[in-house]
């Protein structure tokens, strides 16, 4: 709109960036940064969200002068009156485990969280198809298909919303009883964000989370963050062919192994190319 001089900025006082982590990481920072240079000099900023990392945190310092902090709650804490299980289980048997857990628990209203936009599509069908009434929002979704997916499953309408994690972004739904992570968030941040659509102002609230083998560094990465294990439970008729490691905590992520078995690869490939007796044998 600034650029086509629908709107100017020179009397601007308060700039508010809200979800100011997802604003700042999702490639809008040159956008901001744009912005930013035509307002005035003087004026007050304002970012608010549910999850900040110190990397946004450190990003964010560049916006603000002698910003002053006001936290609700410990950092990328969850709240207590949460439940909060996982289930061990095979990518391929996910759809098939949430449908009987719905069916069996007579649940009438679930959020679940897809990593992607076309799976949030695709598991929505793929409920409807089983008698479960469904709907899905995210990033490709019409604003206004947005508002009246959210207000359908608000409504009673549709008894399971799937989202991305984007879309979910500022969802307020009262007494929402259940959150399930069809699939765990890349950004172990996105998991306290998801689950705390439920449990909302001193509420009680139930978060499932469907873990396959695959998705083993998401769980160490979460867990390392909330400071507690997950409690497992396995579903008999869902017993994963591949199985999910043991986690623990104050073990390193799974990445930094990587990075530092191949560090140590590296310096041992050095060491012989170096040494002259290496390569005589």
Do not use: C
């Not at 307020?172 to 964000?193: G, K, R, S």
């Amino acid at each position: 709109m600034f650029s086509q001089n629908a709107i100017k900025f020179d009397r601007l006082e308060i700039l508010v960036l809200d979800e100011a982590d997802r604003m700042l990481d999702m490639g809008f920072i040159h956008d901001i940064k744009k912005i930013i240079a035509v307002l005035p000099k003087k004026r007050q900023n304002l970012l608010f969200s549910a999850t900040f990392s110190q990397q946004i945190r450190s990003l964010a310092k560049g916006l603000v002068n002698n910003p002053v902090e006001v936290s609700v709650a410990v950092a990328n804490s969850t709240v207590k009156k949460i439940k909060q299980w996982i289930i061990p289980v095979d990518k391929k048997s996910k759809s098939a485990l949430l449908i009987k857990l719905i069916k069996k628990n007579n649940w009438e209203q679930v959020l679940v969280f897809s990593r992607t936009k076309y799976g949030a599509s695709r598991l929505a069908k793929k409920l409807i198809g089983n008698g479960i009434s469904a709907t899905s929002i995210h990033g490709d979704k019409r604003q206004n298909a947005r508002l009246k997916a959210l207000a359908d499953f608000k409504a009673g309408k549709a008894r399971v919303m799937v989202a991305t994690d984007i879309a979910a972004r500022g969802i307020d739904i009262e007494q929402l009883p259940h959150v399930i992570n069809f699939d765990l968030p890349n950004v172990a941040e996105d998991y306290v964000h998801r689950i705390g659509r439920t449990g909302r102002a001193g509420k009680s609230g139930e978060a499932l989370s469907l873990v396959s083998a695959d998705e083993f560094a998401q769980l160490v990465d979460i867990e390392h963050l909330i400071g507690r294990l997950l409690e497992r439970k396995f579903d008999d008729d869902f017993v994963p062919e591949h199985n999910l490691p043991v986690s623990k905590l104050g073990q390193k992520k799974l990445k930094d192994q990587k990075l530092l078995s191949r560090k140590k690869f590296l310096q041992k490939i050095k060491k012989i190319s170096s040494n002259k007796k290496y390569l005589n044998n």
